[in-house]
């Protein structure tokens, strides 16, 4: 009996592809959504088709379908979630670096720390995004003499990255 319907698109691999994959699938620290990806693209390569690996991890054969398009089409880029539209963010990487370097060198007129309030009046943010930013670096205004500020050299570009994750 002939097989009817549409013939999935042969997946291969470029050099160490697989091993990549393969490690990924048994990772446990990769969210498990990203480990069934990465498991669909090694059944595709095997060479079953659509409905077959579907039955194996648990998504419908159009999800299936979805995946092997886009391994196709962008790699293994393509199996990472993209971005979501949502609402831009309000404060900007300009400000948050702002925010963090005054917190750290300097104190308000008149008192021993800052403030969400005196902090927003400042640098002209909200009090709850001081609060937010604060909150994603650990800042602690109030315990000055405690907080040991990291030596790495890449620590503008970390700080940049988490705020970029964070609006995600």
Not at 61 to 89: F, M, N, T
Request: glycine share 8%; hydrophobic share 35%; aromatic share 8%.
């Amino acid at each position: 009996m002939a097989k009817r319907g549409r013939i999935a698109p042969a997946v291969s691999f470029a050099g160490e592809e697989r091993d990549q994959l393969e490690s990924c699938v048994r990772s446990r620290s990769l969210p498990s959504g990203l480990s069934k990806r990465f498991r669909i693209i090694l059944l595709a390569a095997d060479g079953f088709g659509n409905k077959e690996i579907s039955e194996k991890v648990g998504l419908s054969r159009a999800s299936v379908g979805e995946w092997r398009k886009r391994y196709l089409e962008k790699g293994l880029e393509g199996l990472h979630d993209e971005l979501r539209p949502g609402r831009p963010r309000s404060v900007s990487d300009e400000k948050v670096a702002a925010l963090i370097h005054k917190t750290r060198k300097t104190r308000p007129e008149g008192a021993t720390h800052w403030s969400t309030r005196t902090m927003g009046n400042e640098i002209g943010v909200s009090p709850m995004s001081i609060c937010r930013v604060w909150q994603t670096f650990g800042r602690k205004p109030h315990l000055r003499d405690t907080f040991k500020f990291p030596t790495d050299p890449f620590f503008v570009e970390k700080v940049r990255d988490v705020i970029l994750l964070g609006c995600i």
